[in-house]
C-alpha cells in the first residue's frame, strides 16, 4: 500500500479542483467542491507552525506546485485568515 505525505494529498485535492467544471468564484466551499473541508484542513496542519505563524517553507513548497497562499486577513504580527489560490476560487484557512 502506497502511502503520501500531507502535502501530496493537498497537491492532489487541488488539483482536482482545478480539472473540477466548477464556475469561478471569489471564494470556495464545501457546496462547491467537496474537498474543500479536506484541502482546509491539510493547509491548516501543513501551513500553519505550532506556534501559530505561516511555515513560509511549505508556502514555497506548495508555490514549486503552481499553487500560491495570499493573506486575505492579516494583523501587525502576521496572517490571520489565508487563502490557496485555484483556478476556480480561494479556499480560506486559518
Same mark, same amino acid.
Given at each position: 500500500?502506497?502511502?503520501?505525505? *500531507?502535502?501530496?494529498?493537498? /497537491?492532489?485535492?487541488?488539483?482536482? /479542483? *482545478? @480539472? !473540477? @467544471? $466548477? +464556475?469561478?468564484?471569489? =471564494?470556495?466551499? #464545501?457546496?462547491?467542491? !467537496?474537498? /474543500?473541508?479536506? $484541502?482546509? !484542513?491539510? &493547509?491548516?496542519? #501543513?501551513? $500553519? +507552525? #505550532?506556534?501559530?505563524?505561516? *511555515?513560509?517553507?511549505?508556502?514555497?513548497?506548495?508555490?514549486?506546485?503552481? =499553487? *500560491?497562499? /495570499?493573506? $486575505?486577513?492579516?494583523?501587525?504580527?502576521?496572517?490571520? &485568515?489565508?487563502? %490557496? %489560490? +485555484?483556478?476556480?476560487?480561494?479556499? +480560506? =484557512?486559518?
Amino acid at each position: 500500500m502506497e502511502t503520501y505525505t *500531507n502535502m501530496e494529498r493537498l /497537491v492532489h485535492l487541488l488539483n482536482e /479542483v *482545478n @480539472d !473540477s @467544471d $466548477i +464556475t469561478p468564484r471569489q =471564494f470556495l466551499e #464545501e457546496k462547491d467542491h !467537496s474537498a /474543500v473541508p479536506l $484541502i482546509r !484542513s491539510l &493547509l491548516c496542519a #501543513e501551513m $500553519i +507552525t #505550532e506556534g501559530g505563524h505561516l *511555515n513560509w517553507d511549505k508556502k514555497d513548497e506548495l508555490a514549486g506546485y503552481g =499553487f *500560491n497562499l /495570499v493573506p $486575505i486577513e492579516q494583523d501587525r504580527w502576521g496572517w490571520i &485568515l489565508g487563502a %490557496v %489560490v +485555484t483556478d476556480a476560487g480561494l479556499i +480560506t =484557512f486559518g
